[in-house]
């Protein structure tokens, strides 16, 4: 089945840039997203990126897709402290059906002054 | 706003209590969706409604029982749930189940069972 790992935690000084890694297993995958969680609310959907692409930047935000290695990264620049949250990444793959998402564990990030 | 709202926020229940979740878009979509999110484990898609009917059941226990009357609205009853149901449960909606438009997430009920 589908797995997709992240590590758990990541600490960065304000105005550093931060990388948060996802690695996942299934080749099917179509669309690759990054959410965002803060405390006390739900995911929010921060940029999504389409399996024949490699590269898609968004204002602060960079995701980079090595699909022979089945990576995926999100770089953060100029972080700020309310960029502090974990974030989870998700597959959609075609295996299965469906828009169904396999998410990872999530990498809770830390800003810090 | 997410154009997605969940009520209550929080729900503190007995185990022998009824009660409903709720889960309203504003975005348009056909496809709603209930996820389970405990602490250190990747979120669990629990069921999936396109245009009003059930795609999926992830094996889920018959003490909850979702219902979609419109693909505008989405509830969770919740009947004789058990301690580890206890979790943030969130409701999600993308424009159809076929397709691979992004999930839209609410902001989530935390449900704890006393």
């Known amino acids: 089945g589908e797995d997709v790992e992240q590590s758990l935690f990541l600490s960065v000084r304000e105005g550093d840039s931060s990388v948060i890694n996802c690695t996942y297993t299934?080749?099917?995958?179509?669309?690759l997203y990054w959410y965002k969680q803060e405390p006390g609310a739900g995911l929010q959907l921060l940029t999504y990126?389409?399996?024949?692409?490699d590269m898609k930047q968004d204002q602060r935000l960079t995701v980079l897709l090595n699909k022979k290695d089945k990576h995926l990264s999100l770089r953060i620049a100029d972080t700020q402290t309310g960029d502090s949250a974990i974030y989870f990444c998700?597959?959609?793959?075609?295996?299965?059906?469906?828009?169904?998402?396999?998410f990872g564990t999530g990498t809770q990030l830390k800003v810090e002054l | 706003e997410t154009g997605v709202t969940q009520t209550p926020r929080h729900l503190v229940m007995g185990m022998t209590n009824k009660k409903s979740l709720k889960c309203e878009q504003h975005?348009?979509?056909?496809?709603m969706y209930w996820y389970k999110q405990s602490a250190k484990k990747p979120l669990e898609l629990m069921f999936v409604?396109?245009?009003?009917?059930?795609?999926e059941n992830n094996s889920v226990p018959s003490r909850f029982s979702p219902e979609c009357p419109n693909s505008s609205h989405l509830f969770l009853h919740l009947h004789t749930l058990q301690p580890e149901d206890s979790a943030l449960y969130l409701c999600?909606?993308?424009?159809?189940?076929?397709?691979?438009?992004?999930?839209?997430f609410g902001d989530g009920t935390r449900l704890s069972i006393l």
């Open positions: 999600a909606s993308s424009q159809d189940f076929s397709g691979a438009q992004p999930q839209h």
């Open positions: 299934d080749s099917s995958s179509t669309y």
């Open positions: 990126i389409f399996s024949n692409m």
């Open positions: 998700a597959e959609r793959a075609l295996t299965g059906g469906g828009n169904k998402l396999t």
């Open positions: 975005l348009g979509h056909n496809a």
């Open positions: 409604y396109n245009f009003k009917e059930q795609t």
